[in-house]
């Protein structure tokens, strides 16, 4: 998994070689605070929370949304995991998991605040994904789908953060 060094949702820079020296990570892309997809992904997540730490492992949030709203969907949540931002998706482009909505898509969440929420007014956002990277920083599973009701399936995610392990 290519390195990164985001802040998280108190402004605190995170690595993910620090990440992954405490065991194996889930590296999971997120829209935004304002995606019911997403939350329902993180409440399904805050359910096996407890699972995914038995196992030695950890969860990782990352979105292209500001602090401010990191840290609303964060506490919002009663997220227990970090949620780091990624201003302008710099991460998410060299993934290749940044996508330009469109036009047609910009109308159609035009009740949205997005230039406040992102910090730009680009409407890029990242195609929801989850990467499980082991000790050793290597991919070991990956779940990634453009459509973005589509989410790695929770007993998938810890298959395979036991098997990172």
């Given amino acids: 998994m290519p390195p990164f060094v985001l802040p998280d949702e108190s402004g605190r820079l995170v690595a993910l070689s620090a990440l992954v020296e405490r065991g194996p990570i889930a590296v999971m892309f997120f829209r935004g605070h304002w995606c019911p997809y997403c939350r329902l992904n993180v409440r399904a997540l805050i359910k096996a929370y407890d699972r995914i730490k038995a196992l030695g492992a950890d969860v990782v949030a990352i979105m292209p949304e500001t602090q401010e709203y990191a840290a609303r969907f964060k506490t919002e949540a009663d997220a227990p995991f970090q949620v780091l931002t990624d201003l ?12 330009w909505l469109g036009v047609e898509i910009e109308r159609l969440l035009s009740y949205l605040d997005m230039a406040s929420f992102h910090g730009n007014d680009g409407w890029v956002l990242p195609i929801p994904a989850t990467f499980v990277v082991g000790r050793d920083g290597m991919v070991k599973a990956r779940f990634v789908d453009p459509d973005f009701r589509h989410r790695m399936a929770i007993e998938d995610l810890l298959a395979a953060l036991k098997d990172a392990s």
Avoid: E
């Fill in 88 to 99: 302008d998706n710099g991460y998410a482009l060299p993934l290749n998991l940044a996508i």
